[in-house]
């Protein structure tokens, strides 16, 4: 990038700051999150959000695709494409249900299952590194704020 370009980046950058600091700050801050999650998750053989999905199956086995799609609040498709990714890695079985044959089962195999320990010491580091410089009192307004602007954002 020459400098013209990397000052004009760098301006609109700052244009967006100043003109939408929440909006642009919960951007940054998801970008920044889910690049730390994305480093940690690749050393466990994860994809970032595929912990989610086998998070959603370690608290109740075998789920109708739907159900994860509902659980996690993402679209059919993300979904479809994380449970055959998971599929793939041998940690996930998918199946149809014998009531319903429409209806995908998604099952943790072995190997899905022995993930738990690791991934949940991967929430543990990410968690420990997001919150690093927050007082217990920051740690819980900031658990507030996040809960009442998402609720905002849902109406």
Known sequence: MNNDNHNEAVENEMNAVNQFPVSFSIFSLARSHHRVAGQLLREAGLYPGQELVLMQLWYQDRQPQSSLTKALRLDHSTIAKSVRRLEDAGLVTCSRSEED????????????????????????????ITIENLTDEEKVQFVALAKKINAALER
Not at 109 to 114: L, Q
């Open 101 to 128: 044959k429409r209806v995908t089962l998604v099952s943790l195999t072995h190997a899905g299952r022995d993930l738990e320990s690791r991934v949940t010491q991967v929430w543990s580091k990410i968690d420990e």
